[in-house]
């Protein structure tokens, strides 16, 4: 699976299915990026095991509903295709909704989650890297939330992502991403770290390095008098990136706002969520 900031950089998510389980990447390295420490990438088992309750606040159904609303209606009665699928925060409800899903994700230990629960077991879901893993079918929307664009940690990888979601859209599909714009105007001069949580027994920090765009976040939390650190890293990427990437697949910008709720995107917008369309003829 895949580890995520929250699209407005105040909470991080450190992103199947049970009708059948595609095993499209069984090497414990990923096809892109640096070597990952577990078969599930950074999604091992015990990060799954507390992910849900450490991301409580973005199950919420003031946050789940508005993306399960506009993927809905992008949807239009067809199939949706989710990448980084996870414990299945945004599948299950809109499933829900009567949008056949399908899941992309690395980590087992994520997606038994989803199998766990009710409805889970009506989703199928690929395993293997959403860059590069194929799903059976074409798809009318395509999604990646929560910042998971960022889980690829090269452009590479991140340019093999439109081309893998072109291929999977039927024509007229669109592609979604919500993602952080990077917060760069937060760095004091000279410094490449800046803390978003801080409390008696928990404390995280972004560290960025603007000359190859990866950043990564680190936690380290005080557990029964012990203290454990963990690290996730990324790769940031600029709007004006993403649109490019979106060309060379053969994708053109239908829309981007600020939100789920279609706020208007401007300078001072701290995330976006842009669509893409793939030309209907």
Known sequence: MNAEHAADGSSRRAQPRARRINDRCPSRVLLYGRAVPDADGYFSESIASRYDESSAEMFESGFVAPVVDFLARLADG????????GTGRIALPL????????????SRAMVARLQAKPGGDAIGVTIGDFATARADG???????VFNTIMNLTTQEAQVACFSN?????????CFVIEVMVPDLRRLPPGQNAVPFH???????????DVATQAMSSNYIEIIDGRAEYSYFPFRYVWPSELDLMARLAGLRLR???????????????????????????
């Open 95 to 106: 499933a829900a909704r009567g949008v056949p899903v399908h899941g992309i994700d690395l």
């Open 198 to 208: 801080i409390s008696q027994n928990r404390w995280a920090f972004d560290v960025y």
């Open 138 to 144: 074409s798809f009318r929307v395509a999604y990646l």
């Open 255 to 281: 829309e981007r706002w600020d939100g789920w709720t279609t706020e208007p995107f401007t300078s001072e917008s701290r995330q976006h969520v842009s669509v893409w369309e793939k030309p209907a003829s």
């Open 165 to 173: 979601v072109a291929a999977h859209l039927e024509p007229g599909g």
């Open 78 to 85: 067809g199939r949706a295709l989710e990448l980084g699928i």
